[in-house]
Each structure stands twice: as structure tokens, then as C-alpha cells.
């Protein structure tokens, strides 16, 4: 049976991570300086493997997390429907207390059910998932591409999972992340099963998983 390796990562840390700023899918930023190291220990760590593809959101947080592996000339493509959720009104801001108490009733919301429910001025989980749908598509049913890697965005992320592994969108906030996490998921071509979750091991070789978990964000 032929199985295909999914190698799915989160983009490294931007300056808006560390500072606790909305990015979301308005706001193309770039990794700042622990997020450059972090891709390389990456990449350092993953190198060997031979990707068929290299999958990214448009946002180039996405792109600069795996810059090395395209420099190697692996096939690139990067997909909109990998982009991360639009966090609305609140993208580009430094979060308030009543920001964060609303976005924290916004998460409520979602894990009781009701996914149709959007952030101010943005998007919900149930509209992310609808347009995750042809890059799944791509995804999944390319036969020739055995390994692949892809890089994208935490609640994206979540919400792809989900329908990864046929999982309600409501149960998305089960899949923890970090700036340059890996899943590791295997598809038989009728099912896909998590073989690494949150794995952050290659980041110890740069002393930074202390640094990454005291500065993650949860946009």
C-alpha cells in the first residue's frame, strides 16, 4: 500500500508573534530573527528528506519558513486557501482586555459548535474550511508526490487538521501549535493518521523551544 508522508509545519516567529500583535491574513509580515533560526534548525533537521512538492500560503512567513528547501529546487506552490483566518478589524493591533475577553468568548463560541460564527470584519472556521477545499483537493490527490511539505498558519492549521482527520470543527483547539511545529501525517489514500503532533525537537538543537514557548501567540 502506498503511503503518503505530509510534513506539515507552522510559519517561524514574526516580530507580531512576539509582541502579542493580530497578524492573521491581512498582514504579510516577515520572521524576525528567532524565527530565521528556527526555519533553519528546520531545515537542518528535515534536509535529508526528498519532497516531491512544497506547498505555502501567499503570505510570505509561509515562504521565508521553508526558503531553504526552495532554494534547493523542490517544486514550490503556493496556495490562498492555506492563508490564515482573517482575524477582521483586529489585524495589525496590539490586543486589549476587552479584545481578549471577546475573542476568548468568539473560541467559546466555536468549541461548542457554532463555526459559523465570524470575528468581527472576518472570517469563520466554517468559511476557512469551505476554501481550505481545493488545496486539500491538490493535496491529496497528486499520487506522484510521496513526500511533500507544508508550511501555513496556526488556526488555518487547526481548521485543516479537522478535516484532515474528520474531526468536527469544533474539536480544532485539540491541535496545539507553536511557531515551527511539525505534524507529521500519513495518508493510505482513504485515511490520515497524525504520526507526530506539535513536535518541536528540532528546535532544542538551537536552545530554542524555552525562547518559542515563552513567546507564542496564539495569532
Known amino acids: 500500500m502506498s503511503v503518503k508522508k505530509i510534513y506539515l509545519i507552522r510559519h517561524g516567529q514574526t516580530e507580531y508573534n512576539r509582541q502579542g500583535i493580530v497578524q492573521g491574513s491581512g498582514v504579510d509580515s516577515s520572521l524576525n530573527e528567532t524565527g530565521v533560526a528556527q526555519a533553519k534548525a528546520f531545515f537542518e533537521t528535515y534536509k535529508s528528506i526528498s519532497f516531491d512538492k ?45 479584545e481578549d475577553a471577546y475573542y476568548h468568548w468568539m473560541l467559546n463560541q466555536w468549541q461548542n459548535g457554532n463555526t459559523s460564527h465570524r470575528i468581527n470584519g472576518g472570517e469563520s472556521p466554517e468559511e476557512v474550511a469551505t476554501r ?24 488555518a492549521m487547526r481548521i485543516l487538521l479537522c478535516q484532515l482527520v ?8 485539540m491541535f496545539e501549535h507553536a511557531n515551527l511545529c511539525l505534524y507529521l501525517l500519513e495518508f493510505t489514500g482513504s485515511l490520515v493518521s497524525v504520526k507526530k503532533y506539535n513536535d518541536l525537537s528540532h528546535l532544542e538543537k538551537i536552545d530554542l523551544l524555552k525562547k518559542e514557548q515563552a513567546s507564542e501567540s496564539i495569532f
Open 132 to 155: 481550505q477545499q481545493p488545496a486539500i483537493d491538490i493535496i491529496l490527490n497528486t499520487p506522484q508526490e510521496k513526500n511533500i511539505l507544508i508550511c501555513m498558519h496556526g488556526r
Open 166 to 173: 474528520h474531526y468536527p470543527l469544533k474539536s480544532m483547539d
Open 54 to 98: 512544497i506547498y505555502t500560503s501567499k503570505l510570505k512567513r509561509t515562504k521565508e519558513s521553508v526558503a531553504e528547501f526552495i532554494k534547493m529546487g523542490i517544486p514550490f506552490e503556493a496556495l490562498s486557501g492555506l492563508n490564515e483566518i482573517s482575524w477582521g478589524t483586529n489585524e495589525g493591533q496590539k490586543i486589549t482586555p476587552d
